[in-house]
């Protein structure tokens, strides 16, 4: 079966400007989730969607950060306006269920750079 | 709240040698599980080992073991016989009875050397 996709892979804006991520979860896993990785630091827990609702938005760092899941299958996340302390990785994965323990499948990640 | 740690940002080792990688955590759940996440250069994080913390019995996949200490609060991941595939980010990570949120330490870095 393929895998969690992310795209794009990596990019570079300017601080102001806006940019969309996307992920595609595996296919029939209702539950999807975004993480975050600042340089150095440790990888951040953003939010969950179970099917096209938010479950847990709590890890949101600001209100410029917006995730839909429209109809429940992939997701994106936008940031506007895009500000230098917003680089890092951004990890989406997927799951099946959502219960303790559960295995998570992750992306690739998309490498954002804010100049 | 949860917090993981990895003392050892970056560490090789010798093709087919034995490595040992670092994890340390707090928490204040009586039941959680703990993960070795591995995310080779450019590729998908994956999960390489779980272990519940109420199993005593360290959790193994072939060639990656743990040593878990609940007491010390240290899960450690051992690999045997180290493979060139085996380069990649190490992510040690946890999460608490209830939640599914994980909580990641900083993640060591590991080569393997031909």
């Known amino acids: 079966e393929a895998g969690v996709t992310q795209f794009p892979s990596h990019s570079v804006i300017e601080k102001g400007q806006t940019v969309t991520l996307r992920c595609d979860p595996i296919s029939g896993h209702d539950n999807l989730y975004w993480y975050r990785r600042v340089m150095g630091k440790e990888i951040k827990f953003l939010l969950h969607f179970v099917k096209e609702s938010k479950q847990d938005e709590s890890g949101m760092p600001n209100n410029r950060f917006l995730a839909e899941r429209t109809g429940g299958t992939y997701s994106t996340l936008k940031v506007q306006p895009a500000e230098l302390e917003d680089s890092g990785v951004y990890f989406c994965a997927s799951s099946r269920g959502w219960t303790t323990g559960e295995k998570l499948f992750f992306g690739s990640g998309t490498q954002l750079s804010v100049l | 709240a949860q917090t993981v740690t990895q003392s050892q940002p970056e560490m090789s080792v010798q093709e087919a040698e034995t490595v040992t990688l670092s994890c340390t955590y707090d928490?204040?759940?009586?039941?959680?599980?703990l993960f070795w996440y591995k995310q080779p250069p450019s590729r998908q994080m994956i999960l390489v080992i779980r272990q519940e913390a109420y199993k005593q019995q360290n959790a193994t996949e072939n060639r990656f073991s743990v040593n878990f200490q609940k007491a010390a609060k240290s899960f450690s991941l051992k690999i045997s016989d180290s493979q060139l595939g085996d380069t990649a980010m190490y992510f040690c990570?946890?999460?608490?009875?209830?939640?599914?949120?994980?909580?990641f330490g900083k993640g060591t870095k590991l080569s393997v050397i031909p």
């Open positions: 990570a946890t999460t608490g009875a209830g939640s599914y949120q994980l909580t």
């Open positions: 928490t204040s759940e009586n039941n959680y599980y």
